[in-house]
T-cell receptor
């Protein structure tokens, strides 16, 4: 049973556009929701994270929106740039940030 | 700090051979994690350690897999005997766990190919 479902699987956006990736979780014990960015040949790197007591968190062009009642959270990338082209993973964890359940990933391509 | 260091970066081995993957966590971190990434199954947590002690190995696929952390600066993941279905990218990650959530840092991974 997949505990974190991510969509879409792939996304193509024009430069300057908004990229939106969605995730849903099942386990209400999750208390930390990070988003990771992964470039080919590299390990995942933390992009931004949120705790369930906050409905939104913004860092630069990246925003997480969190809906606790719906058990959903999403990543918005504003003014998307070609350098944002990567695979993005949502994740959820309980207690220890490193012990995460990952979504399947979204491959984002930003066209110039 | 150089980050989480994994070796080798690439490993090609024949089915039935023993494979050992190595990881050096970030200095000062007390939690270490081994993940496996495949196209079919995505990123899966295999095992994690707190203060060098294995806490949860429920993700280890079978007895052919074993992991050790003899000290705070070194961990190994061993597969014996290896099989073609073990081909994947294996990541090591570390974090400082002190009762709250702090960032987990991943290494660059070891790409394992078993032929």
């Amino acid at each position: 049973q997949q505990q974190v479902k991510q969509s879409p699987q792939s996304l193509i956006v024009q430069k300057g556009g908004i990229s939106i990736i969605n995730c849903a979780y099942e386990n209400t014990a999750f208390d930390y929701f990070p988003w990771y960015q992964q470039f080919p040949g590299k390990g995942p790197a933390l992009l931004i994270a949120i705790r369930p007591d906050v409905s939104e968190k913004k860092e630069g062009r990246f925003t997480i929106s969190f809906n606790k009642s719906a058990k959903q959270f999403s990543l918005h990338i504003m003014d998307s740039q070609p350098g944002d082209s990567a695979t993005y993973f949502c994740a959820a964890s309980t207690g220890n940030a490193g012990k995460s359940t990952f979504g399947d990933g979204t491959t984002l391509t930003v066209k110039p | 700090d150089a980050g989480v260091i994994q070796s080798p970066r690439h490993e090609v081995t024949e089915m039935g051979q023993e494979v050992t993957l190595r990881c050096k966590p970030i200095s000062g971190h007390n939690s270490l994690f081994w993940y496996r990434q495949t196209m079919m199954r995505g990123l899966e947590l295999l095992i994690y350690f707190n203060n060098n002690v294995p806490i949860d190995d429920s993700g280890m696929p079978e007895d052919r897999f074993s992991a050790k952390m003899p000290n705070a600066s070194f961990s190994t993941l061993k597969i014996q005997p290896s099989e073609p279905r073990d081909s994947a990218v294996y990541f090591c990650a570390s974090t400082y766990f002190g009762g709250g959530h702090t960032e987990a840092f991943f290494g660059q991974g070891t790409r394992l190919t078993v032929v």
